[in-house]
């Protein structure tokens, strides 16, 4: 079974440009996660799709942070305009259905984000 | 708001030795609690989970303590091996499916 697949694993931009993370979940998983995870901190949640419909996005910075899960399989989150402070690892992560029977995310590699 | 905190940042232990790390809550709604293992340069991988309604969960080496009247719980690892060697995230998840990350323990198992 292939794992979540994310890309790119590493960019650097410079503040004010806009980035694009693109994540592909493991095949049938329903739901979807982006993570921010800041050096020295563990990841926190920015968004939670189930399906292609947004669970929680209380987290989400929503001035400048923005995602989506089109047709429910894959799904990017696009910064824009990227501060100093968006400096983090993106983590992607599924699980295959919502409900009390899973208690468990896979992750992806992450995406490593360098604002100058 | 931390909900999840580890508050030792690093351990080192000797290789054959028991490695214990831990982990606090504040959330008494959370019902099940994860360990992930995580190397560098890789996503966190699952180790080993706990349902509130128990408090002791093994897998071969591993296992979680969890003591809900303390909003406690800690992972054993016995004998610890070098590659054990990574960081250790505590997580917990309340029902509305929603996980929170403590801030991750790094452990060192030395030869």
């Known amino acids: 079974e292939a794992g979540v697949a994310q890309s790119p694993r590493y960019k650097i931009i410079e503040k004010r440009q806009s980035v694009a993370f693109w994540c592909n979940p493991i095949s049938g998983h329903a739901t979807l996660y982006w993570y921010q995870q800041i050096l020295g901190q563990g990841p926190k949640l920015l968004i939670q799709?189930?399906?292609?419909?947004?669970?929680?996005d209380s987290q989400l910075p929503k001035d400048r942070f923005s995602a989506e899960r089109l047709k429910g399989v894959d799904s990017t989150l696009k910064i824009q305009p990227a501060k100093l402070e968006d400096s983090a690892v993106y983590l992607c992560?599924?699980?295959?259905?919502?409900?009390?029977?899973?208690?468990?995310?896979?992750f992806g590699p992450g995406t490593r984000l360098t604002v100058l | 708001d931390q909900q999840v905190k580890q508050n030792s940042p690093s351990l080192s232990v000797q290789e054959g030795r028991i490695s214990i790390l831990n982990c606090d809550y504040t959330n008494s709604m959370f019902d099940y609690f994860l360990w992930y293992k995580k190397y560098p340069a890789e996503g966190p991988t699952f180790l080993i989970s706990i349902s509130s309604i128990k408090d002791k969960n093994e897998d071969g080496r591993f296992t979680v303590f969890l003591n809900k009247s303390a909003k406690h719980l800690s992972l054993h690892i016995v004998p610890s091996q070098p590659g054990d060697s990574a960081v250790y995230f505590c997580?917990?998840?309340?029902?509305?499916?929603?996980?929170?990350f403590g801030t991750g323990t790094s452990l060192t198992v030395i030869p």
């Open positions: 997580a917990a998840k309340n029902t509305g499916n929603q996980f929170y």
């Open positions: 992560a599924s699980s295959p259905s919502a409900g009390s029977s899973y208690n468990e995310q896979f």
């Open positions: 799709f189930q399906n292609n419909g947004v669970v929680d």
